[in-house]
């Protein structure tokens, strides 16, 4: 059987080494030239941890990991306005969690990879032919890509894996043109550089703006390196560029390592919009959709990479048991995990006014939530409150 998978992100590398394994020749169409280099730090844990153990994946993220000892929100003056140990995170995660750089994630996906998939860089997809699978009244076909060069593929299965901006799920039959994101009104960005005196500065301390309408967050990497992640409030869910060099400018004024960082930004960073994607359908004919492109639960509920490796799994799960009923395989993948999605879905809208708050009231609330998040005995009911019940403590779903 052969898979061709759109996107070489975290969701499209999963799948293709969990297909692979299973015995699928698979092809990855990746439309930048090479592997991406912008990105942000993300807490991993939950579902998504369990899912790399069981691929045999989990070693090669955990030696680009980092581990922090304490979050401190701080004003700008520097005073430290709220604080809470970052082993509560770990406790409430049973120990099955890891700080580490999202474009690391795919670093260490690509080398657990390896040859066992072929990955074409510089493959921009422009048309999508979902295919249909065979029955007694018809002999079926193919799913089909087609790429900007003229070059075309296809395969058995497709799964679009292209992220929240997905190309591939326009194709799908059904689908409707607009409407598939919910904006939060915020806006994301986020770079890497490199600060030694920064990074000692910072230690082992994950340091977050106590600010209202925007907030910044810097952690300190081992090798001297520092990562600058900001939320800005943002109406327009697709700014031009002055408009967000407005948005970056508006992080100036949280603090002397902020204003540090905003200096030394690079050219690449990242940056994108804030949204959830409800996608009616996940699957048509031959061809799926997998993490972003189906599911985006959006940046705030910090489950986007876990969710997409774990939803890796259960697809692969779905198609290895279905024998070559892909139909059922399919249905049977998103029976079981839009479920686990919508609830994180929900934990990410809940979380939009914890992390930027609007006003006053609500900045002295989060002050106390994280307070409590200090006493061990409400840790995993606050843990299960900010990022949703199926992916802390106990409750984690078998992918």
Known sequence: MQALVVGAGIGGLAVAGALARDGWQVTVLEQAPGPRTAGYMIDFFGPGFVAAESLGAITHLQRRSELYERARYVDPTGRTRARFPMDSFLNAAHGKFFSILRP????????????????????????????????????????????????????????????????????????????????????????????????????????????????????ALSDGRVTFFGVVECSDPDPDGDAREDLIKQFRGLGAHVDRALARRPAEIFEDVVALAVVPAWSAGRCVLLGDAAFAVSLLAGQGASLAISGAKVLADALGSGGNDIPAALAGYEASWRPVVEQQQEAGRRNARFFVPSGRRALLLRRWSLHLMSLGPVNAVIARRVFGASVVGKGHPAP
Request: proline share 6%; hydrophobic share 40%.
């Open 104 to 219: 690391d994630i795919e670093t260490g996906l690509r080398e657990w990879v390896g040859n066992s998939a072929t990955i074409v860089q510089g493959a921009k997809v422009v048309s999508v032919e979902p295919g249909r699978c065979p029955d007694a009244e018809d002999p079926g076909m193919p799913a089909r890509a087609l790429l900007a060069d003229g070059r075309s593929f296809e395969a058995d299965l497709l799964v679009g894996a292209d992220g929240i901006h997905s190309a591939v799920r326009g194709f799908l039959p059904g689908t409707p043109a607009s409407g598939v994101l919910r904006h939060l009104g915020l806006h994301v960005f986020g770079y890497v550089f490199y600060d030694p005196e920064l990074a000692a500065s910072l230690g082992r301390d994950v340091v977050l703006s106590d600010s209202l309408v925007r907030q910044a967050t810097l952690y």
